[in-house]
């Protein structure tokens, strides 16, 4: 069952499927406070703090 | 005679394809060129493809998830690999559909709200259950028991169909 799980997970990656998105995005929805996602962590300096001129340099970056 | 032609095989999967490549290759670059890595090889091959063996949508999912498993193996050849991409696909390619993603989700909706979370934050993000007991604000014993429980009621809702 365990396995299975893992594949059928791993497939709606690449599926997307509505029904099942919705439940992930309500889990998410309840976590999200509680961590910061990974996008997140990626403008987070080796010192741990927030780096926001990376990241508007990033975002300037995929406006143009 | 090639009964999909590669323009509307790209047009129909081409988001596809980078959605999970996406969710699992955090790399842009690399993203992008094992996008394209996965259409060279589904373009070359769709003219041996068998849609008796398999569905063009299942058949398409093995290329792009091999490949990533393929990219993960070549970059980080020391590290061990997602849990959740194994070599095989645990599961009869049949079942590997959108009707079982949604027979899944009532499933999950089934359960208490807290073990639907834990087989979400598990299997979905792929996370142990020491981060999700501590996402949770739950002891690691008081979430294993409940991992138990929810895979035993998904086992029950999901017979039959899985």
Do not use: C
């Not at chain 1, 996008?39 to 927030?50: I, K, L, N, Q």
């Amino acid at each position: 069952m365990e396995r299975a799980l893992k594949t059928l997970f791993d497939f709606q990656k690449f599926e997307g499927n509505a029904d099942l998105q919705q439940v992930i995005d309500s889990v998410h929805a309840r976590y999200a406070k509680k961590e910061l996602s990974l996008d997140d962590m990626e403008w987070v300096s080796a010192a741990g703090t927030p780096d926001p001129e990376k990241k508007g340099d990033q975002d300037a970056g995929l406006q143009s | 005679m090639q009964a999909f032609s590669p323009e509307q095989v790209y047009t129909d999967y081409s988001g596809k394809v980078m959605g999970y490549i996406r969710a699992r290759v955090r790399n842009k670059a690399d993203a992008e060129d094992l996008h394209s890595a996965v259409f060279e090889k589904i373009l070359r091959k769709l003219d041996e493809f068998d849609p008796s063996k398999a569905s063009l949508n299942t058949w398409i999912f093995t290329v792009t998830r091999n490949t990533v498993i393929d990219y993960y193996r070549r970059s980080k050849p020391t590290e061990e690999l997602d849990e959740n991409l194994s070599d095989d696909l645990e599961l009869d390619e049949n079942l590997l559909n959108t009707e079982t993603l949604s027979e899944l989700a009532a499933a999950l909706k089934s359960l208490p709200q807290q073990l639907m979370d834990i087989i979400v934050l598990r299997y979905y993000d792929g996370k142990p259950l020491t981060e999700i007991a501590q996402l949770m604000g739950l002891s690691y014993g008081a979430v294993k028991l409940r991992h138990q429980n929810a895979v035993i009621m998904l086992r029950e809702a999901l017979t039959g169909k899985i």
